[in-house]
């Protein structure tokens, strides 16, 4: 009797070892993802958009990175932002202007934000992300693979403490929602998919909040927009958006 405890106990761990082995892979899901929009073909690329009243120029390449954001001010006049590795310089009028640090950090992140959002999730590729797979959920009667990111605090920028959560579609591995709590528990979910060129792809969201008393987990955020217990805050509409 004993003996056969023993085996038995051999198996059952056998399982469980194997079925954390066969636990899905967030990088393999990630890069499918990538592949699904095409951005895995942006390097050594130039993508423009508008994005409400901002014009963004973005020339990605592996060894330098350079992002532009232009706009008219009623007051100072023609403004851009120009943020790269080295940092942000602004200039108006085309005259370079000195900043504070407060301001240099205030619009290198507001440049930042918005590129990052328009490059998901091939900019889940970067260094500093660390993924890890969550679960199998359902979402509007579709399976979906919910994976959870984070940051290194190397290269991981002011808000290297961020946790996202992103849902992709078990099929065709589509990034059709995420949450994240950046400027208060924000949860997005495609509202449109924008092909530009050959075969790239980029997506509009609606962007919603929770107004309810009960504080809630930010990987919950996919439940409550199923309960539609979530108020639509913003939509996130890319414009003209040219690859080159």
Not at 10 to 20: F, P, Y
Not at 53 to 65: A, Q, R
Not at 180 to 185: A, D, E, H, I, T
Request: glycine share 6%; proline share 2%; aromatic share 16%.
């Amino acid at each position: 009797m004993q003996k056969n405890y023993f085996f038995f106990t051999l198996i059952v761990i056998s399982l469980g070892l194997s079925s954390c082995n066969l636990s899905p892979s967030p990088q393999k899901i990630i890069d499918h993802s990538i592949h699904f929009y095409g951005m895995d073909n942006l390097d050594n690329k130039t993508i423009d958009f508008d994005f409400r009243n901002f014009h963004y120029s973005v020339k990605l390449d592996k060894s330098e990175w350079f992002y532009e954001r232009s706009f008219v001010d009623s007051t100072l006049g023609k403004v851009k932002d120009q943020l790269s590795s080295h940092g942000l310089v602004r200039e108006i009028n085309g005259l370079v202007t000195p900043l504070s640090t407060k301001d240099s950090v205030k619009y290198a992140e507001s440049v930042n934000s918005v590129v990052y959002f328009a490059l998901l999730p091939l900019k889940l590729n970067d260094d500093a992300v660390q993924k890890k797979y969550l679960k199998s959920v359902m979402i509007k009667g579709m399976p979906y693979d919910e994976i959870e990111v984070s940051f290194k605090q190397e290269n991981g920028g002011m808000h290297h403490d961020d946790v996202f959560y992103f849902w992709f579609d078990a099929e065709d591995h589509s990034m059709d929602y995420f949450a994240y709590s950046k400027g208060g528990n924000r949860f997005r979910a495609i509202n449109g998919l924008i092909k530009s060129g050959e075969g790239y792809y980029f997506q509009d969201y609606q962007n919603f909040e929770y107004k309810g008393n009960k504080k809630l987990p930010l990987s919950d955020y996919y439940v409550l927009f199923e309960q539609d217990k979530l108020s639509k805050l913003s939509e996130i509409d890319l414009r003209n958006i040219v690859v080159r």
